[in-house]
């Protein structure tokens, strides 16, 4: 009985080392610097609010099918605490969708006016290891700019240095919340750089084949509604006249 | 002396045990211990490399190959129990109920749509959203971009005109994944209900996709892993 009491402990001593040594890994770290912040492309620059009371719609599957596991896995628990708005829209409660959110935002340039529409798919993608420090989500940006034109944004987002710096510590907080100041990029492909891909399919965009990061501001996250200030932007670049196309996005 | 007494209560180690046996248990109990922690962060480890954190749940494609190459595949919304939004300028009854479409003159003219996507089975597998627009710089616009959670993303520019009645083609201008390396085609068509159902917007949209594969030597060469 001694033998099995000190196995049990040396068990569970183990598994608390592996744990924190996945937490506290610093070799996952967040990319701080955007690799577009060296092109000298011209830019197109696009501000969101990742808040779910200031988009249009934003709606997934709302913890209907979560279990236990849902609720102590720190991926599975950021990921469903972004809270449906408004509160009526239709649930992605189906098998195929549940892992999915959609995100309905206008968009704003950067002098914080309406720039457009932007539409974001994201699922959690298949590809996610904790082991690597990779929680990954598929997403899939449509965007429509009135008088220029539309085109999708493909990109794999890695949340795990949120997940880390901003939403396990929020959980961890005697009042369930987070402030402070977490900037990141969370863009980590498909291209080589980690920039995401654009495909332009409409007006000035037809054709047009490069790359976008994404980047969040946090200032504010709840364990039980998920961010309270957060800011996204997109920066998209654009193909100048100097390039081969010979196109101007002017 | 241990007598008979004494037998039924706690004995200490020390007088059972010699010195030597002492130390064998505590050096056992420490091997134990060791043995444990490396066991321990064993198992977290390979926990978490052979339970996958997230397992995506697929529906089988359902792909039909055409006589003369190509595929097809079907899919299919029912309006209105799939429809998820309505978003356009100066709607009485806003879909869905609270929301707050931006009052931008420079988007009044457009109107999103946000639909669950079905499959020829009625399984629901994507969602998907139809932008149609009158935009003063770039035209009639109408697209639809559908998004399989499983599979990827595919955008379609539909022709702003019908082709017969109400069927509408468009061409397949990006795909993400799956869809990455497809180029082809897509119809929209309306269906409305054939029941006695008193509401004149029930019906399905279906779109039909054709589609063949580049072996990745367009849109998806580029796209590194």
């Known amino acids: ?250 | 002396m241990i007598n008979g007494s004494v037998m039924t209560r706690p004995i200490s180690l020390k007088l059972l045990w010699s010195p030597d046996e002492a130390l064998f248990f505590r050096i056992t109990v420490i091997k134990v211990f060791l043995v444990g922690i490396i066991l321990g962060v064993a198992g977290v480890l390979a926990g978490l490399h052979y339970v996958p954190a997230v397992d995506q749940h697929r529906e089988a494609s359902i792909i039909a190959v055409k006589p003369n190459g190509g595929n097809t595949e079907m899919f299919h919304v029912k309006v209105p129990v799939d429809r998820i939004m309505i978003g356009a300028s100066g709607q009485a009854s806003p879909l869905p109920i609270g929301m707050v479409w931006p009052d931008e003159p420079r988007i009044s003219d457009a109107r999103v749509e946000l639909f669950k996507l079905r499959n020829a089975r009625d399984a629901v597998v994507g969602v998907a959203t139809r932008l149609a627009t009158n935009d003063s710089e770039i035209g009639d616009l109408i697209e639809w971009a559908l998004h399989l959670p499983a599979r990827g993303t595919v955008l379609v520019k539909m022709s702003p005109q019908p082709m017969d009645g109400n069927r509408r083609v468009g061409e397949l201008t990006a795909g993400t994944r799956e869809f990455g390396p497809l180029i082809g085609s897509m119809s929209e068509r309306w269906v409305a209900e054939p029941t006695n159902s008193e509401d004149a917007s029930s019906g399905r949209i279906e779109l039909q996709m054709s589609f063949v594969s580049t072996n990745g030597h367009t849109r998806g060469e580029e796209v590194a892993e």
């Open chain 1, 1 to 250: 009985m001694k033998y099995q009491m000190t196995l049990l402990l040396g068990l569970l001593t183990g598994a608390a080392i592996a744990i924190g040594f996945l937490f506290y890994n610093p070799l996952p770290g967040q990319t701080s610097l955007s690799p577009l912040s060296v092109s000298d492309r011209q830019q197109i620059i696009l501000n969101y609010s990742a808040v779910s009371e200031d988009s249009i719609i934003l709606t997934n599957d709302d913890e209907s099918r979560a279990g236990i596991y849902s609720r102590v896995h720190p991926l599975l628990r950021y990921w469903q605490t972004r809270k449906r708005h408004p509160d009526k829209v239709l649930q992605l409660w189906e098998e195929s969708i549940s892992q999915t959110d959609i995100l309905v935002t206008e968009l704003r340039d950067g002098r914080n006016e309406s720039a457009g529409i932007g539409i974001k798919f994201s699922s959690r993608s298949e590809r996610t290891r904790v082991l690597n420090g990779t929680a990954l989500i598929d997403s899939a940006w449509y965007i429509y700019l009135p008088g220029q034109g539309t085109l999708l944004i493909e990109q794999s987002e890695n949340h795990w240095s949120l997940i880390r710096e901003v939403v396990i510590p929020a959980h961890w907080s005697s009042g369930d919340n987070w402030r402070g100041t977490w900037h990141g990029t969370i863009s980590d492909g498909p291209g080589a750089l980690g920039t995401g891909r654009v495909y332009g399919s409409s007006g000035l965009f037809g054709g047009l084949e490069s790359d976008a990061i994404e980047t969040l501001t946090a200032k504010a996250y709840s364990a039980d509604v998920g961010p309270i200030s957060m800011e996204g932007q997109l920066t998209i670049e654009m193909i100048s006249g100097d390039d081969d196309s010979g196109e101007s996005y002017e």
